[in-house]
């Protein structure tokens, strides 16, 4: 919780309305966002991006599971976030669980795509093995090491980044024939090879804090206590919008949000760009 | 269109603006659904208030095979754990029973839902006209057939109504399924099934204020526009009947 004064808030949001922020920012540009990837050595890929004074790890596990009988021939995905006691005190016990469970409802609407998986960042049937028998299980941690704002955007990319570092390992299939038939079919899993993840339909979220009548990107914490509500919404490259969602309960005009789209859009195309040079660099600094 | 004032049980449906239903890719061919429904006609809506006698307020909703029951508890004095608010606070839990759904049990995502429902309704609430205590939402859900969350938001804000809770206007919510091509509002338990996308929205029409919306899919810019005005006139339809539904529960003589 940030208190503020009353003279405070009237800096803040007199700045917002006047398109300069406290930190010298514009409305709509972000704050230096770096990226290092490969930080948990246990996991098949993991991410920490620092966004300003936000700073989240993600890590990405896989598995060998057993597919959904409903879906045979596509693996799973889930996402747990953890926001960390340490981070800030309103976060120990129940404070941070309803807040995680929110960011994960929220990432999860916005990377994994509708029921058919259509929109999804993540192709679900690439991780298929066998069909029916033998699947990948990813799962997608995110952890709130420090908070300052803007941490669903910084949980997106945080995943985006993880993913294009994970690794998943070739799998043989030893022995699936027929004759088995309702034994889990023996795969050797190589230690060598690996294969990459395609990230390019990974789409990026943005979220737009809506305070007094002007919207603002990547919100500092004193500057989201001011929000009268905010949309989160997630874009891939083609521009193609995979994932919406409204958090603060002040209600919008329907023209306002559609408006709000638009800018996303054009904010989206900048801030893709930008994760995806910044990924690429921390991927060389991390073979170096 | 097939709403007409006056039949019973009351429909409502958005208008269809020059756009008539695409050519259908989806189950049967000349833009009708499974039960018979246009792609831009909602189910036959059943609203009633003061279900549960023990509830400060309650509504029942039955839209189509979807039975939702909420009962509103309130305003009372909040936990003694709680730190003091000068505002009020809201509380909403959705849960199902176990044989709402197909498979026993299978009810899913009520975390998620009772927090969608918590934000659909804080906007339109005046939580400063009872500080220091707490309002109560429970939502059941008796049957689940497809859009259940809407279902229960309008259910919701129907209750609250009833129990005498200050809002600033009744909030509506209609969702809708993207299928290949089409859009199809309302969407049953199989359409929602076989979605590419959803789009949900709740708002309040009296004040033009949407209060929430959620989307996921794969969605373009212009179908976004078209999937929020069919869901903003099948809103206002809806909050008319809400409306008429609270008025004659006013008119009709209390028995006792």
């Known amino acids: 919780m940030v208190g503020l004064s009353v003279g405070e808030t009237n800096f803040i949001r007199g700045g917002i309305a006047q398109d300069l922020r406290c930190d010298g920012r514009k409305r709509l540009s972000y704050r230096p966002i770096h990226i290092d990837t490969g930080v948990i050595p246990q996991a098949n890929g993991s991410a920490r991006v620092r966004i300003g004074g936000t700073d989240v790890i993600a890590s990405v596990k896989a598995e060998l599971g057993r597919p959904n009988s409903a879906q045979p021939g596509k693996g799973k995905v889930s996402i747990h976030i953890d926001c960390s006691a340490t981070a800030a005190p309103i976060f120990q016990g129940k404070g941070g669980e309803a807040l995680s469970t929110e960011l994960a409802a929220d990432l999860q609407r916005c990377l994994l795509g509708g029921k058919s998986g259509a929109g999804a960042g993540i192709d679900l049937s690439s991780l298929s093995i066998v069909e029916g028998k033998v699947c990948w299980d990813l799962y997608l941690d995110g952890l709130v090491v420090s908070s300052d704002g803007n941490m669903l955007d910084a949980l997106g990319a945080a995943i985006k980044a993880a993913l294009s570092n994970t690794g998943l390992p070739k ?55 001011q929000m009268s509500s905010a949309m989160s919404i997630s874009i891939n490259r083609k521009g193609l919008i995979c994932g919406l969602t409204k958090r603060g309960g002040a209600g919008v005009d329907p023209s306002i949000v559609l408006d709000m789209i638009s800018v996303a859009k054009n904010v989206s195309e900048n801030f893709i760009n930008v994760l995806d040079s910044e990924i690429a660099a921390a991927e060389a600094r991390e073979e170096e | 269109m097939s709403s007409r004032a006056g039949t019973t049980p009351s429909t409502y449906s958005p208008s269809t603006q020059k756009k008539k239903p695409q050519k259908p890719t989806f189950n049967d061919s000349n833009g009708v659904r499974s039960d018979g429904r246009g792609f831009y006609q909602c189910r036959p809506a059943y609203l009633k208030t003061g279900a549960v006698s023990a509830a400060g307020g309650s509504a029942y909703a039955e839209f189509g095979n979807t ?15 709680m730190m003091y608010s000068n505002v009020g606070r809201l509380n909403c839990s959705v849960s199902y029973t176990p044989f709402a759904t197909q498979v026993r049990g299978q009810g899913s995502e009520h975390k998620e839902y009772s927090s969608v429902l918590h934000k659909a309704l804080e906007g339109a609430i005046l ?93 373009t810019t212009p179908k976004i526009h078209e999937g929020m005005e069919l869901c903003l006139d099948a809103c206002k339809k809806l909050a008319g009947i809400m409306r008429s539904c609270l008025k004659e529960e006013a008119d009709s003589p209390s028995i006792q």
Not at chain 1, 197 to 217: C, E, M, Q, R
């Open chain 2, 67 to 81: 039975k939702v029951i909420v009962s509103v508890f309130g305003p009372r004095e909040s936990k003694k754990a």
């Open chain 1, 171 to 225: 799998v043989n299939v030893i022995a699936a024939d027929a004759t088995s038939s309702g034994d889990q079919p023996e795969v050797d899993v190589s230690d060598e090879e690996f294969l990459q993840f395609d990230t390019s339909a990974v789409p990026v979220i943005v979220t737009l804090t809506k305070v007094g009548k002007h919207y603002i990107v990547d919100a500092t914490e004193e500057e989201e206590s």
């Open chain 2, 127 to 219: 939580l400063e006209s009872f500080p220091k205590t707490t309002v109560d939402v429970f939502a059941l859900v008796m049957e689940s057939g497809g859009s259940d969350l809407p279902v229960i938001i309008s259910c919701a804000s129907l209750a609250l109504a009833d129990a005498g809770i200050m809002m600033y206007d009744l909030v509506a919510a209609v969702s809708l399924s993207c299928v290949g091509p089409s859009l199809v509002i309302d969407p049953v338990l199989e359409e929602e099934r076989w979605q590419d996308g959803s789009l949900m929205l709740t708002y309040m029409p009296c004040r033009s204020e949407v209060t929430q919306l959620a989307v996921n899919g794969e969605w």
